[in-house]
T-cell receptor
């Protein structure tokens, strides 16, 4: 079975500082990987995804993530945090085996706070 | 393009009562998902529909939860009777197809509080 680990439940950074949110997956075969953002009282929005090809993936709002098979990681980064980035971030995986469906398995999420 | 619509947005009920949630997916989306998001956790898939057929309901507590998607469009999720541990946000999502590369679009969710 696949699983996702997001270390820590809360990250706080200063405005303009680097954002780094960690995600590690457990799977016998590299899955498809996703990052979603959830603003208060809203649904989830896709930030970026990795399926195949280039391991550095760029998403919306200046975020990017790098798939590292050797480390089973897909960490999310942004060079300079903005106040509007304050939200909850979820890493998710979906299986890639033959016949597998699109079921997403989510991590428990990380709350990002941005200090002025 | 209108997004995924859900109602109600908030619901408070007492344990052992019944409750129903409604979801209207994005027009043309064949696949519909219901997720349960308990406070402090990531969303967990309850049930997935492809048109009006069930693809995956392995994590749906079938003794109290039921869901239907009549005519392959709108969907309702029902809980009867509710328990305290059902307090959560119920998210509906839809996608064009069931394949892994189809993006899932999420609605705003229904926050259920069971007292």
């Amino acid at each position: 079975a696949q699983s996702v680990t997001q270390l820590g439940s809360h990250v706080s950074v200063s405005e303009g500082a680097l954002v780094l949110l960690r995600c590690n997956y457990s799977s016998s075969v590299p899955p498809y990987l996703f990052w979603y953002v959830q603003y208060p009282n809203q649904g989830l929005q896709l930030l970026l995804k990795y399926t195949t090809g280039a391991t550095l993936v760029k998403g919306i709002n200046g975020f990017e993530a790098e798939f590292k098979k050797s480390e089973t990681s897909f960490h999310l980064t942004k060079p300079s945090a903005h106040m509007s980035d304050a939200a909850e971030y979820f890493c998710a995986v979906t299986p890639t085996g033959a016949g597998a469906n699109s079921k997403l398995t989510f991590g428990k999420g990380i709350t990002l706070s941005v200090r002025p | 393009e209108a997004g995924v619509a859900q109602s109600p947005r908030y619901k408070i009920i007492e344990k052992r009562q019944s409750v129903a949630f409604w979801c209207n997916p994005i027009s043309g989306h064949a696949t519909l998902y219901w997720y349960q998001q308990i406070l402090g956790q990531g969303p967990k898939l309850l049930i997935q529909f492809q048109n009006n057929g069930v693809v995956d309901d392995s994590q749906l507590p079938k003794d109290r939860f039921s869901a239907e998607r009549l005519k392959g469009v709108d969907s309702t999720l029902k809980i009867q009777p509710a328990k305290l541990e059902d307090s959560a946000v119920y998210l509906c999502a839809s996608s064009r197809g069931a394949g892994r590369l189809y993006e899932q679009y999420f609605g705003p969710g229904t926050r259920l509080t069971v007292t």
